[in-house]
């Protein structure tokens, strides 16, 4: 081999080095790229999860307010910024039978909605600890832990409800199959797992959600032809949305509200982030007793308040 020959066969040597190297980086870029991307995706679509969770909540005490306010202008094309109107949340048919006169004694419902949760058993042990009873709408979970609380809340004498086996607005409110489908597996759960037989309800956003694009008639005729009773709420706690909210100003709210009627159903909420509601219990109870309210769990008796009605 010549010296010219060498030369020739090392250039070529260095070459496919060269290239090979350039090949490695491109391939570990790419897989790097592709991992980094691989990562973000997940992350995203969680983060978009919980936004879209979110957003039914903020939806449905959102969606929840307009009614009060519609209900209490007596107008549904109400506009947001009277402040008269909303001063006055009333709420059904007999709102202005339940405004509470001096010397009536209050009757108050304490509802959680959205559990079985990491909070449940707090929640049940406040309630066991003053002997209050109390309603709970339930969504649908099998796992051992919330099967446990299902039986729990029944044991101790609280009143079992449903709201809804997937609590999914998208779901239950783009059609009636789909509603009737999902609260027959709830009713059936719970059924098999506690042996109550549930006839109340409480639609997730309430009865006056405007999510639905079915007219909320059609779900409520179906629930009044299979002896089901729904329930919406006329106090509100202000725990519904994601913004924290400390546990004193939970007090307010309900204690603000719950002096103005004869009966008035308080909206709270069973959930893991929800402790400020847990925290705010015992002062609720407190402040309620020494008030002389009655506090019950919904039965038979219990005058429905209801933001929607269809006759
Ligand atoms: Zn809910």
């Known amino acids: 081999m010549t010296a010219e020959q060498k030369e020739l066969v090392e250039k070529k040597r260095d070459r496919r080095g060269r290239v090979k190297r350039i090949k490695n980086f491109i391939v570990s870029f790419i897989t790097t790229w592709i991992l980094v991307s691989m990562i973000a995706i997940v992350a995203l679509t969680a983060k978009v999860i919980s936004l879209q969770h979110q957003i039914d909540e903020i939806k449905g005490s959102g969606l929840a307010k307009d009614a009060q306010v519609s209900e209490a202008s007596g107008s549904a094309d109400f506009t947001d910024g009277d402040t008269d109107a909303m001063a006055l949340m009333n709420y059904g048919p007999s709102a202005e039978e339940n405004l509470a006169e001096v010397g009536d004694t209050l009757k108050v419902y304490l509802t959680f909605d959205d559990g079985p949760s990491g909070n449940s058993d707090k929640i049940l042990d406040i309630l066991d600890d003053y002997n209050v009873k109390a309603t709970f709408f339930v969504v649908g979970k099998e796992d051992d832990e919330s099967k446990r609380i299902y039986k729990r809340i029944v044991d101790e004498g609280h009143t079992l409800a449903m709201h809804s086996y997937t609590h999914k607005y998208s779901y239950i409110y783009s059609s009636l199959d789909n509603f009737k489908s999902d609260m027959d597996k709830l009713q059936n759960l ?71 009627y004869k009966t008035s159903v308080v909206l709270m909420h069973d959930a893991d982030s929800k402790d400020a509601t847990v925290e705010a219990l015992p002062t609720i109870i407190e402040k309620l007793q020494a008030e002389g309210a009655l506090i019950l769990p919904v039965s038979d008796d219990t005058e429905m308040i209801q933001h929607i009605t269809v006759q």
């Not at 009773?229 to 100003?249: C, E, F």
């Open 190 to 260: 719970l059924y098999d797992v506690t042996g109550v037989d549930c006839d109340l309800y409480r639609f997730p956003g309430g009865s006056s959600n405007r999510v639905s694009n079915t007219d909320m008639s059609e779900y409520i005729n179906y629930l009044n032809k299979k002896n089901i009773r729904y329930l919406d709420w006329n106090v509100a706690s202000g725990d519904a949305t994601s913004a924290p909210i400390t546990a004193d100003d939970l007090v307010e709210n309900v204690m603000s509200d719950v002096v103005k």
